[in-house]
């Protein structure tokens, strides 16, 4: 009897505790949507921010994403291979490692803060090129965790298979252990591409803004997230709008590569 | 008779092991011959083939004692294999010297690309002699008319069977003198493990096999020369019908009449 009723309460308190976890996400999702679509016309992707449009800062937030993936994918694939295949069980890789696991939980603000410091100080102002670095910085652990894991996730008799056949320790990664891996890699680069596109800390005091369409990463450059930042602050309808219709494309899109993840890891689960 | 291996006193220890798991063996291995070691879980069998083609130096710090000849094709020649110690001579050996393991190790590539991948490395690069070599390795493991169609499909895509015949084959394609074998069917159905016996008796005509087996069975009906080990040490080592009919040694027959093990 009293077991039952145990049970009965968890049950319920569980499912009051999911329904109002969904609620919330749901009212997220409808709120942007209905804001959103009133919000978005065509001309939003076709004009800059200088002419109420979204267009520049579109294009400069996956420039500094895409650069920060250029850099940091190799990055943190090469730092996640030497962990997994060299120096797996010396005290250096395990020293790298717990900081690399501290680094992804550093609050991406912090991140900014410090390549702030060091990228736009000396540098005599806010510059793309601080911002792509600050977002490497916050790609590369990822990176680097889920190459350590793909990585522990290929069998040891597949390396020796390998060896055995004659192949040399990095033909037999290179060839062998990364492509056994592969589903998985590109998972993680696309998961980090996902998790850093959306990011504003890291862009706000680095990057900053810039109202016009520039490829010029040595200055102020333009992004979606710190736009929505300003223009949300802004107290005009106009910018409140833009604000909205911004934050429901970003939402939109990082849905949209999560999606692609999942699919891409499917056909591997059903194996 | 021919010899292709002979390992003299030869021990070996694990990192961070006091005492060696394999205390001072000496096994002669003969040429176009089959040799089953068996024993029971534990006893160092896994240990003693990995030793010969050195494939224990994936991981740091095991300790070699003693000598692991190994002879040309004349059986004349020797080397003492544990005196290697540039990669080359390591990748040189494991030419000469093939492994199957127990669970099957296709690479996640093409049929075609597992076959070749070992050739490739060995230096040849001519696509017909590539093919040509493939093809001939493939009908070798029996496997040929089973995916000459779907070459260029992916070998995960193969029965565990399969796999395991690709492996022999992608081993076989090098023309190695020896093949070693640790448990290759252990993880297959009868059919299977049929076809893979077969193929091993076949095998003799051109390599040496040394292969560890579980299967008393397997042992008696594949190999011409058995030892048996127990606790690191080779305790018997005679003709297979002797090992079978006429052990000299208790423990030999307690063994392979089930009495422990
Ligand atoms: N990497 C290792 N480090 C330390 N000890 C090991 C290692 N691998 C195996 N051993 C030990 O060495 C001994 C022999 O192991 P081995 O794998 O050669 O046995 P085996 O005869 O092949 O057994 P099985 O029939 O179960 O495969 C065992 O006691 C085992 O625990
Ligand atoms: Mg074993």
């Not at chain 2, 390992?7 to 291995?29: C, M, Q, R, V």
């Not at chain 2, 010969?52 to 003693?66: A, E, K, M, S, T």
Request: a positive charge.
């Amino acid at each position: 009897m009293n077991r039952l009723l145990l049970n009965k309460i968890v049950i319920t308190l569980s499912t009051l505790a999911a329904l109002i976890g969904i609620s919330f996400l749901l009212w997220i999702l409808i709120t942007l949507s209905i804001r959103g679509y009133h919000s978005i016309d065509w001309h939003i992707f076709t004009t800059d921010l200088v002419n109420n449009g979204l267009r520049n800062v579109i294009i400069g937030q996956f420039i500094l994403a895409g650069i920060a993936t250029v850099i940091g994918v190799p990055v943190g694939m090469m730092a996640g291979i030497y962990l997994r295949e060299y120096g797996i069980n010396s005290k250096f890789s395990m020293i790298v490692r717990n900081l690399s696991d501290v680094m992804m939980s550093a609050p991406s603000i912090v991140i900014g803060i410090f390549v702030y410091g060091i990228f736009v100080v000396p540098f005599g102002g806010f510059n793309g090129w601080a911002g792509v670095i600050a977002l490497a910085i916050l790609m590369i652990p990822i990176v680097v965790s889920t190459t350590d894991s793909m990585l522990s996730l290929v069998p040891q008799e597949l390396r020796e298979a390998g060896i055995a056949l004659g192949a040399s320790k990095a033909q037999v990664i290179y060839k062998i252990v990364l492509s056994a891996a592969k589903i998985g890699l590109i998972t993680g680069v696309l998961l980090a591409f996902a998790r850093v596109i959306g990011e504003t800390a890291p862009l706000l005091f680095t990057s900053a803004n810039n109202n016009f369409f520039s490829f010029g990463l040595s200055n102020q450059y333009p992004s979606l997230t710190v736009s929505i930042y300003h223009l949300a602050l802004f107290p005009s309808q106009t910018s409140q709008n833009l604000a909205w219709a911004g934050s429901a494309i970003l939402t939109l899109l990082v849905l949209f590569i999560n999606l692609i993840t999942r699919f891409i890891f499917k056909p591997r689960k059903q194996k | 008779m021919k010899l292709a291996i002979q390992t003299k006193d030869f021990s070996f220890t694990y990192p961070k092991t006091k005492e060696a798991t394999l205390k001072g063996i000496n096994i002669p291995i003969y040429a176009n011959k089959v040799t089953a070691l068996i024993g029971p879980s534990g006893c160092g069998k896994s240990t003693l083939l990995r030793s010969c083609n050195r494939i224990h130096d994936v991981y740091p710090g095991n300790l070699y004692d003693g000598e692991i000849l190994l002879y040309d094709n004349n059986g004349e020649k020797a080397e003492n294999i544990l005196q290697y110690k540039k990669e080359n001579d390591l990748i040189n050996l494991r030419q000469r010297i093939g492994m199957i393991f127990q669970k099957p190790t296709p690479f996640p590539m093409s049929i075609k690309d597992n076959i070749t991948y070992g050739l490739k490395l060995s230096g040849i690069k001519n696509k017909t002699e590539l093919l040509d070599r493939a093809e001939i390795a493939l009908k070798g493991a029996a496997l040929w008319e089973e995916v000459k169609d779907r070459l260029n499909n992916s070998a995960m895509g193969l029965s565990g069977g399969q796999q395991q015949r690709l492996c022999i084959a992608r081993a076989v394609a090098l023309k190695p003198q020896v093949l070693l074998f640790d448990e290759p069917t252990s993880a297959l159905d009868p059919i299977s493990t049929a076809s893979i016996e077969e193929l091993i008796s076949e095998l003799k005509n051109e390599l040496t096999v040394l292969i560890v087996t579980h299967n008393m069975q397997q042992a008696s009906r594949i190999s011409d020369y058995t030892g048996f080990m127990y606790l690191g040490d080779l305790v018997e080592y005679d003709v297979t019908e002797t090992i079978f009919l006429n052990p000299k040694e208790k423990k030999t027959e307690d063994y392979i009449t089930g009495r422990f093990g």
